[in-house]
C-alpha cells in the first residue's frame, strides 16, 4: 500500500492550503478511516483529522474552527482543507489510513509565515 500526499508549501498567515492523501495497492481494499496528523520541530505528533466511511469527521482542538476534512471514497483520497493559518499551524503532516492496518504517508511540509 502507497500513501501519496500532496498540497504542502509555504503560505502566509491567515492564507488556505489543501492537502490531499491517496492510497493505492494491489493488495489494498479500502480504508476505514482516513486522516492526517502533524508534527512540529521538538513536539509530539498530534492529531489534526480524521473521516470514516460514513463521512463522519473529527478534528483536533486546534484546528477544528479553521479545518476541515473530508474524502472521496471511490478515489480513496482524503483531503484536508486548512483555513486561516497560523504559524504554529507549521509542521510535517503525515496522512494516516486505517485498513487492516495502519498506514502512514511520508508527510508533507506545511510552512506558515508571520
Known amino acids: 500500500v502507497q500513501l501519496q500526499a500532496s498540497g504542502g508549501g509555504l503560505v502566509q498567515a491567515g492564507g488556505s492550503l489543501r492537502l490531499s492523501c491517496t492510497a493505492s495497492g494491489s493488495d489494498f481494499f479500502g480504508p476505514i478511516d482516513m486522516g492526517w496528523f502533524r508534527q512540529a520541530p521538538g513536539k509530539q505528533r498530534e492529531f489534526v483529522a480524521n473521516?470514516?466511511?460514513?463521512?463522519?469527521?473529527l478534528l483536533g482542538d486546534s484546528v477544528k474552527d479553521r479545518f476541515a476534512v473530508s474524502r472521496d471514497s471511490a478515489k480513496n483520497t482524503v483531503y484536508l482543507q486548512m483555513n486561516s493559518l497560523k504559524p504554529e499551524d507549521t509542521a510535517v503532516y503525515f496522512c494516516?489510513?486505517?485498513?487492516?492496518?495502519?498506514?502512514w504517508g511520508r508527510g508533507t511540509l506545511v510552512t506558515v509565515s508571520s
Open positions: 473521516i470514516g466511511n460514513g463521512g463522519n469527521g
Open positions: 494516516r489510513v486505517v485498513g487492516d492496518r495502519v498506514y
